[in-house]
């Protein structure tokens, strides 16, 4: 499965982005998908996960209750919401799937990569 991930870009502190994560390829609906996210300096960091039918969400504790996760398998394309955000969320945004893998660690596919800055 190829992913591309976008919707990044420039916000206020306090404001909200969309990230979308569209996949190409055979049985999306198979894989487990996640967001990682990267900061200048810093080790790669997981962000979110969901199950393949989006019945089971995972989320950092530093995202928790202001990013929500999603998917809609019709349209191959998972989704993260991220609301009220902070200077602190300032990253390279990964999307990334995978059918067995450990849900916070092990991932087989990965995205290019959207930037998001949060200005202060």
């Known amino acids: 499965v190829q992913l591309q991930a976008s919707g990044g870009g420039l916000v206020q502190a306090g404001g909200s982005l969309r990230l979308s994560c569209a996949a190409s390829?055979?049985?999306?609906?198979?894989?487990?998908m996640g967001w990682f996210r990267q900061a200048p300096g810093k080790e790669r960091e997981f962000v979110a996960t969901?199950?393949?039918?989006?019945?089971?969400?995972y989320y950092a504790d530093s995202v928790k209750g202001r990013f929500t996760i999603s998917r809609d398998n019709a349209k191959n394309t998972a989704y993260l919401q991220m609301n009220s955000l902070k200077p602190e969320d300032t990253a390279v945004y990964y999307c990334?799937?995978?059918?067995?893998?450990?849900?916070?660690?092990?991932?087989?596919?990965w995205g290019q990569g959207t930037l998001v800055t949060v200005s202060s």
């Open positions: 990334a799937a995978t059918k067995g893998g450990h849900p916070t660690l092990s991932y087989d596919y």
């Open positions: 390829g055979r049985a999306f609906s198979s894989y487990r």
């Open positions: 969901i199950t393949w039918g989006g019945g089971s969400t």
